[in-house]
């Protein structure tokens, strides 16, 4: 009798490519040097130390946990660092020291550990983290300096100025550079076409695939040019609600996250809709500006329905009628 051997079962995340999470997560660490480019020449050095001060942080706590806990964590699988730089991207460049730690904590114990490390967490670390600090401390994570390679420039998000002096505020917006980043907001709200730029070898490598990104991005468009054209002296076109906040660098970077994004066809559609539907809802009727993380936190929690409820064809599936 054929002996025979255990099957080993890995945790997610699992996808449709043939990488390591390893090199996975450096893979799309290293798409995110665009961005950041833009970032630095935005705000310069305070942006080199929001971002070397999260990643520090990130990996440096979870290697304290390797070392001191029973968990079994590879704290330089590029998961920890690619947390970090998604948390500075998420974070205003004046940041004081303190704040990151604090989100650091949270994104690695509170987004991470809690639920048993990479692979079982059910919301994105480093949204988890922006989220509790946006609640916690909502001074800081909303106090946005002037970007120093643009003159003449408050330091208000265009889309904090849409929602205190309306629409009437942003009559000389530019849209390119809008696209170029030339506004104030978080690191990672700088350059959609940077961002862009580093989704598309996500795309061309199959780290990521469109359901997701395109469907949240095509709701935001959707449903908020329905009510430009309702009223255009009260909402922005739908051409401002995409440039700006943080909808490239969600859609793309962390609803795309595959630990916590569903794995079927109609559940990314569903959860693409889903993300795009509530960025909306708060940004138009809500008491922030942004909606994009608390869209993407509460999407995730959908995950395991939108998988067992819309599951692909399998292979050879016979289907009645």
């Known amino acids: 009798m054929e ?12 996808g449709g490519t043939g990488e390591s999470t390893r090199k996975i997560m450096y893979t799309v660490s290293i798409t995110l040097i665009p961005a950041l480019a833009v970032s ?12 070397v001060l999260t990643s520090v942080f990130c990996v440096g706590l979870e290697f304290i946990v390797s ?15 690619l947390t970090g730089i998604l948390l500075a991207m998420n974070m205003p460049a004046n940041s004081p020291w303190w704040l990151i730690l604090i989100g650091a904590l949270a994104a690695v114990g509170l987004g991470k550990l809690v639920f048993g490390g990479l692979g079982q967490n059910i919301f994105n670390p480093a949204l988890v ?27 208000a998000t265009p889309l904090g100025i849409l929602k205190t002096e309306g629409v009437g ?15 104030g907001g978080s690191l990672g709200e700088m350059s959609a076409i940077a961002l862009l730029i580093g989704a598309l070898y996500l795309f061309i490598k199959r780290i ?10 095509a709701t935001v468009f959707f449903l908020t040019g329905i009510f430009y054209l309702i009223d255009p002296a009260v909402y922005a076109s739908p051409v401002f609600h995409i440039l700006t906040g943080g909808l490239f660098l969600g859609a793309f970077y962390m609803a795309t996250d595959m630990v916590t994004s569903p794995l079927t066809f109609k559940g990314k559609i569903l959860f693409g809709f889903g993300c795009g539907f509530f960025t909306v809802l708060i940004r138009l009727f809500g008491s922030y500006p942004e909606g994009v993380s608390f869209a993407i936190l509460f999407m995730n929690g959908f995950v395991p329905l939108l998988d067992k409820y819309f599951p692909d064809k399998k292979f050879g599936m016979v289907t009645n009628g």
């Open 3 to 14: 002996e025979q051997r255990p099957m080993h079962v890995d945790s997610s995340p699992l």
């Open 40 to 51: 630095v020449w935005m705000f310069g050095w305070e942006a080199v130390r929001v971002l």
């Open 67 to 81: 070392k001191f806990s029973s968990f079994d964590i590879d704290s330089m699988d590029g998961s920890a660092l």
């Open 129 to 155: 983290a922006r989220v509790f600090l946006l609640i916690s401390f909502p001074l800081e994570m909303t106090s946005w300096p002037v970007p120093c390679a643009v003159d003449g420039t408050t330091g």
């Open 169 to 183: 505020a942003l009559a000389d917006t530019n849209y390119l550079n809008l696209a170029m980043g030339e506004m």
């Open 208 to 217: 990521i695939t469109w359901e997701v990104p395109i469907t949240f991005i």
